[in-house]
């Protein structure tokens, strides 16, 4: 399994950016692989390890492909909630474990 980091360090020089881009150019097909679906954890002050600030509520979780044409984030209270919040927009979506 391929290491993926979905947080990267950002510029903050000029203060931090909020949130991420997201992409979602690709469809997901019963035959694709899984998709990755991850919690992000934030700090105290709701930013990601990178540096991107999401301020604080629900958990926040990043859903990805190895290839890019899947990337984004999402609010849900559980990564059971995360899994259908995703699959509205990807039906046949699959995920690692």
């Known amino acids: ?7 990267p360090h950002v510029d903050c020089r ?9 992409t979602r150019t ?9 998709l990755y679906l991850r919690r992000v954890y934030l700090d105290n ?5 990178g540096g991107a600030y ?15 044409t899947v990337d984004f984030f999402l ?3 559980s990564r059971a909630e995360a899994k259908i919040l995703v699959r509205e927009d990807y039906p046949n ?3 690692f474990y």
């Open 1 to 7: 399994m391929p290491r993926i980091d979905p947080t």
């Open 26 to 34: 690709g469809d997901v097909l019963p035959s694709d692989p899984p």
């Open 45 to 49: 002050g709701g930013y990601d390890p």
């Open 75 to 77: 609010r849900a209270g």
């Open 54 to 68: 999401w301020g604080l509520g629900q958990p926040l979780y990043w859903c990805g492909n190895a290839d890019g």
């Open 93 to 95: 979506a699959r995920f």
């Open 14 to 22: 000029y203060g931090a950016p909020m949130g991420r881009r997201s």
